[in-house]
């Protein structure tokens, strides 16, 4: 590349006294009689680089390069500014690459998330948002490194599915040719739609996953799932990235075990890697961040039966608003009240009860539960779901039949059962989930480039 990056000029002094070419929106003009600055951002840093036009030298400045938005090309040599000890350019060329006419939307310095959030093409422009998808994408590879260590195989599972795949969520259908009134039956619909069945969108990689384990021994698949919730809240998306491992051979403390390494490997590799970005956060949007990730990284989770939860609940000094009852749904308040006030620490609930849980997860001895465990944050709630599988065929049909479910379209799943079944475990992580808890940002909708919701798609 012929330009260097503002990140490099700003960190390191090896340029000083050089000629470089920079690139970049103008993020502050200031103008004065002998002297123009300008500050200049490429995306590379939250910091923007000065660019000092020295009217003497540049007698013909373009006017459009002193415009909040418009992209130039700078050629200049960097000095140190001794006043705030600070690398900028003092500039021989100015070159407008995109001129930024005055109604661009970012005049104001600070604007409102929300406000924002109606403009996710201009968002990116702003240091907030610079900062939540750089972590996204050192959290990403972090996700990756954690597993390729230690020998998972990356799996990319199917995106379309003619089985509703697990009862997670209300599925978004896939068609070419929608409803029409040319078809008499349902069936004779489908029969002609593209694949001649019903189709839907995933709501999770995990039966494949599961299939894909079964050779490979150790997988995760890291894609999206959707789901057409009618939840409009903040931590809900119809179009989420899923990171879902699959382990043979394992059981559920074994799963707890690999979930918590996995969170404090990202977690701390974030903290070494974006200081810059953690430190901005902790000032804009979650006093104590760095502290309670610090926290995440050096202390054991709780590990807490759902039983004991319920009972927990139960005494507790606080009005819920749903009433709590072994065998009920833990709500977010119930979740939020466990981890942020008992435990003030992430928490592994475990051993739900069975009615209230998926048909795949391993049936525990005492009949009335499920090996499942949810992770629980404070902030956010829970972040992992995932359960111990049923590996025995029998209590595995049962099971489907007891939730209603047609043993046709899960023929390869049970099939894993018969040949050479094996105990073994899974989890999914929302990864948008796991990146709220880590920034502080506190709608899921500002970690996500474009998201998706109920009535909303951009
Ligand atoms: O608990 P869930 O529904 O579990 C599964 O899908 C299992 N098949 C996972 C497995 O065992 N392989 O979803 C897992 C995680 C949740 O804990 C949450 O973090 C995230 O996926 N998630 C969502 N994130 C954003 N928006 C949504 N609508 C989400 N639904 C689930």
């Known amino acids: 590349m012929k330009h260097t990056d503002i990140k490099d000029i700003l960190e390191k002094d090896d340029f000083i006294g050089k000629e470089v070419t920079v690139c970049g929106w103008v993020r502050t003009a200031r103008d004065s009689k002998n002297v123009a600055f300008l500050e200049l951002n490429d995306g590379s840093s939250l910091g923007h680089l000065q660019i000092v036009i020295d009217k003497a030298k540049l007698t013909d400045v373009d006017p459009e390069a002193t415009k909040l938005g418009a992209s130039l090309k700078v050629i200049g040599s960097v000095v140190k500014n001794e006043r705030n000890n600070t690398n900028e350019v003092d500039a021989a060329q100015i070159i407008v690459l995109g001129k930024c006419p005055g109604d661009y939307p970012l005049q104001k310095k600070f604007q409102k998330l929300e406000t924002l959030r109606e403009m996710p093409h201009i968002r990116v422009r702003t240091n907030t948002f610079n900062a939540v998808f750089r972590v996204r994408s050192i959290m990403a590879a972090a996700i990756h490194r954690f597993f390729q260590e230690r020998g998972f195989v990356y799996i990319n599972t199917p995106l379309i599915t003619g089985s509703d795949a697990e009862g997670a969520g209300e599925m978004f259908q896939v068609t070419t040719i929608g409803f029409s009134k040319e078809y008499e039956t349902e069936e004779e619909y489908y029969a002609n739609d593209f694949f001649g069945k019903k189709t839907n969108l995933s709501v999770s990689g995990q039966l494949e996953g599961e299939i894909a384990a079964m050779g490979l021994g150790k997988i995760y698949t890291f894609g999206p799932s959707f789901r057409a919730e009618n939840s409009n809240t903040q931590r809900h998306v119809a179009e989420f990235w899923h990171i879902e491992p699959e382990i043979a051979f394992c059981e559920l403390p074994d799963l707890i075990e690999i979930a918590e390494d996995m969170i404090k490997y990202v977690v701390k590799d974030y903290m070494e890697k974006c200081p810059e970005e953690l430190k901005f956060f902790e000032q804009r949007f979650e006093k104590g961040l760095t502290e309670k990730l610090l926290s995440v990284v050096n202390n054991d989770f709780a590990v807490v039966d759902y039983t004991d939860a319920i009972d927990i609940l139960k005494k507790a000094d606080v009005k819920f608003e749903f009433p709590v009852e072994w065998g009920c749904d833990l709500q977010s308040e119930h979740e939020r009240y466990i981890t942020e006030v008992v435990y003030k620490k992430p928490v592994f609930l475990i051993n739900y009860p069975k009615d209230i849980k998926s048909f795949y997860m391993k049936q525990n001895p005492d009949g009335k539960t499920v090996a499942a465990t949810d992770l629980l944050v404070p902030g956010v709630g829970e972040i992992i779901g995932g359960s111990e599988r049923e590996a025995d065929y029998d209590k595995l049909v049962k099971a489907m039949k007891d939730k209603g479910m047609g043993l046709d379209d899960y023929s390869a799943y049970l099939d894993l059962r018969k ?39 951009k």
Do not use: K, Q, W
């Open 419 to 457: 040949y050479g079944s094996v105990p073994h475990s899974g989890f999914g992580l929302g990864f948008e989930r796991i990146i709220m808890y880590c920034t502080g940002m506190a709608n899921i909708r500002d970690v996500i480039l474009y998201p998706r919701t109920v009535g909303s798609i």
